[in-house]
Structure formats: structure tokens, C-alpha cells
């Protein structure tokens, strides 16, 4: 007689992600936290910084989305409080009004994104879903002591990040792994910057890229823009400019 195998009682599926929910306007808060739950995220709410912080202290959430202007705590101040509890954790900020300042502080500080009220649900549920899966942001340069650096940067403002130093171990990186964002050195040995853009979006087509180079290689960085990169710098840069770059990528995203 064949053993009959028990039912899936999907002990075997992995937990639901956790996400918290902040901001002082209830309808809004309510409504993204619904349509989450549509999702299949478990969803807690908060309609504030410190209750938020409150949250957070008591249990693990995989990503905090928060409102940016709220009465007491804003949602930098919030974010800065969050990062001293969980340093890993994942943040998006919403903003309604233009507070450049307090965008900018939040971009170079290491949030995932900041995004702008109103913003289409579905574009949000997509961020979510990378936000959420904690990818990594992959740095592809020769030159070792450089990408290492860079890599080290990126982990102190709570990102996941990898280097390779040639365009054939980026494209074996991003085929095997889950690739945020690429930054991308354009003079390389071998195969060069434009040649691995090219060969790595064939596996994900959605996912930013970076370019960086300390040379002056516009017909590179224009063949690289058309595309489908996202910006190009030049280096020696402060390392603010690739934190703040990858920030906006990610928002860039929801836009398709």
C-alpha cells in the first residue's frame, strides 16, 4: 500500500511580512493598510512617531512606511529613533508638501525611499513588495579597494550590500541573487560598463543602475541612459551623492 503524504498544513510556507503603517490622517492610514492586508501583510498602524517607536521596540517589522510631517515627532526624526532600535529595519517616507531639507536628510541617512502624496496604490504595493524582500545593492568595480569601500559606506546607513569587480561575476551576481540597485563602474577590463548593463538586464529589467567613472566617457554614459540607467556620476563623489542616488531609484520605481 502507498503512503498517502498528510495534507499541506503550510507549516512549511514562510511567516507573512510585517509591516507598520504611520501617519497622523486616519483615512489615509487606513486605506493603505487595508489594501496591504489585501496583499497578505500583517499590518499595525500608528498614528505617530512615538507610538510607532512604541511598536517597534515590542516587536520586529520587516518595513515602516511613515508620513513625514506629523505633529511631535516628524518622520526623519522618527526614521533617526527607528535605526536606534533595529538597525536593518527599512523605512519608506511619505511626503504631501515640499520639505526639501527634511527630504534630503532622509535620503542621505539611509531611508529605502522617500515617496510624494498622492501616489498610486499600485505603484506603492509594488515598492512594497521590493522593500520588503531586503535587496541587495550591488556595487561592480575593478578596482577592489574602492568597491569595498563604497560597500562599507552603504552597510553604515543600514543598506545590504555586495561588491564583484568584473561584469561576468555581476551578471552570475544578479541571475542567482535579488538585485536592488546596481552601481556600476564603466571602465572596466573585459567587459565594460555598457556591455554588463546590457547583459544584466536581460534577468531584470526593472532594477537601477548607477554608472560611476572617473573618466570623462560621455558617449558611455549617454549609451548607458538610453537604456534605461538611472544617473551617472562622476567620481571622486561624496559618498552622500550614492546613498541619496540609490534612495531615488528605488521611489523611481513606483513610477513604472
Not at 32 to 54: C, F, K, P, T
Not at 59 to 79: A, H, K, N, R, Y
Not at 209 to 222: C, D, Q, R, W
Amino acid at each position: 500500500m502507498t503512503d498517502v503524504p498528510p495534507p499541506d498544513d503550510g507549516s512549511n510556507a514562510l511567516p507573512p511580512r510585517r509591516i507598520l503603517v504611520v501617519d497622523d490622517e486616519d483615512g489615509l492610514r487606513q486605506s493603505l493598510a487595508a489594501n496591504l492586508e489585501l496583499e497578505g501583510y500583517v499590518v499595525a498602524e500608528a498614528s505617530g512617531g512615538r507610538q510607532a517607536i512604541e511598536l517597534v521596540r515590542e516587536s520586529d517589522f520587516d518595513l515602516v512606511i511613515t508620513d513625514m510631517q506629523m505633529p511631535g515627532l516628524d518622520g526623519l526624526d522618527t526614521f533617526r529613533e527607528l535605526r536606534k532600535l533595529r538597525p536593518a529595519i527599512s523605512v519608506v517616507i511619505m511626503t504631501a508638501f515640499s520639505l526639501e531639507m527634511l527630504v534630503e536628510g532622509a535620503l542621505t541617512e539611509g531611508v529605502y525611499t522617500v515617496v510624494t502624496k498622492p501616489f498610486d496604490i499600485a505603484g506603492i504595493l509594488g515598492l512594497v513588495a521590493r522593500a520588503v524582500e531586503r535587496r541587495l545593492v550591488l556595487v561592480i568595480d575593478d578596482n577592489v579597494d574602492q568597491a569595498e569601500l563604497m560597500v562599507l559606506a552603504l552597510r553604515g546607513v543600514g543598506m545590504r550590500a555586495e561588491a564583484v569587480h568584473d561584469g561576468a561575476s555581476a551578471v552570475r551576481f544578479v541571475r542567482e541573487a535579488g538585485v536592488d540597485v546596481c552601481v556600476l563602474d564603466l571602465i572596466m577590463p573585459g567587459m565594460d560598463g555598457v556591455q554588463t548593463y546590457e547583459e544584466i538586464r536581460r534577468y531584470d529589467g526593472s532594477m537601477a543602475v548607477i554608472a560611476v567613472s572617473g573618466h570623462s566617457v560621455p558617449e558611455m554614459m549617454h549609451r548607458l541612459m538610453s537604456l534605461g540607467g538611472y544617473a551617472c556620476l562622476r567620481k571622486p563623489f561624496d559618498m552622500r551623492e550614492i546613498v541619496r542616488a540609490i534612495a531615488r531609484a528605488r521611489g523611481e520605481s513606483m513610477k513604472g
